[in-house]
């Protein structure tokens, strides 16, 4: 079975700071990895993802994130972070047979105080 | 033009009834879903249709029930409400079955069984 663990429920920065939102994964062969946000009262949009190659992906609104195979990690990272980033954030995986089932982590509220 | 999109957007019944929740996607995509999204905001998968065909069947009540008329629409029926049934649905879609493309989401409609 495949799983998303995000072990920040909320993550609280300051303007102008870089922001990590932590997330680890389990699944069984090769993991497509995703990042999604939602803004309130409104449906989830694509941040970006890795498949394969370069571990360092770079996404939608200045976000990266890190794949780690051997930490089974993928981190998502913002050099400087702006109000307008204030939203939920998920983290989701899906293993190489799965076919498109997309599992989701439980999300991370990010805070950006001005 | 909307991507994805989804009617109603709230929908406020009584225990017992029947309800539907109609998606519609112009993005040219041959995979639809559906997820639930909780009152913690935890997502998890219902339903995915590739092509006409049901590809994912989650672990979801015979009461709830997808239609996918053509490969732009996938409608979901709900049979003998349950209160346990609010939630927010979202629908999405995605090009190809494997699951290496990102999926993209409707606003959702939030139901509300009282």
């Known amino acids: 079975a495949q799983s998303v663990a995000q072990p920040e429920d909320q993550v609280n920065v300051a303007e102008g700071n870089p922001l990590t939102v932590k997330c680890t994964y389990s699944?069984?062969?090769?993991?497509?990895l995703f990042w999604y946000v939602q803004y309130p009262n409104r449906g989830l949009q694509f941040l970006l993802k890795y498949i394969t190659g370069d571990n360092l992906v770079k996404g939608s609104y200045g976000f990266e994130a890190e794949f780690n195979k051997s930490q089974t990690s993928f981190h998502l990272k913002k050099p400087s972070a702006l109000v307008s980033d204030s939203a939920l954030y998920f983290c989701a995986v899906i293993g190489g047979t799965s076919y498109g089932k997309l599992t989701f982590g439980q999300g991370t509220i990010l805070t950006v105080h001005p | 033009d909307t991507a994805v999109s989804q009617t109603p957007k709230y929908l406020v019944t009584q225990m017992g009834n029947d309800k539907s929740i109609k998606c519609e996607q112009n993005l040219g995509h041959d995979t639809m879903y559906w997820y639930k999204q909780d009152s913690k905001k935890f997502l998890k998968i219902m339903f995915s249709y590739n092509n006409k065909e049901l590809i994912i069947n989650e672990t979801v009540p015979n009461r709830f029930s997808p239609k996918s008329p053509d490969k732009a629409h996938l409608n979901l029926h709900i049979n003998s409400l349950e209160l346990g049934d609010s939630a927010v649905y979202f629908c999405a879609s995605s090009q190809g079955r494997t699951g290496a493309h990102e999926q993209f989401f409707g606003p959702g409609t939030r139901l509300t069984v009282l």
């Open positions: 699944v069984s062969g090769n993991p497509y």
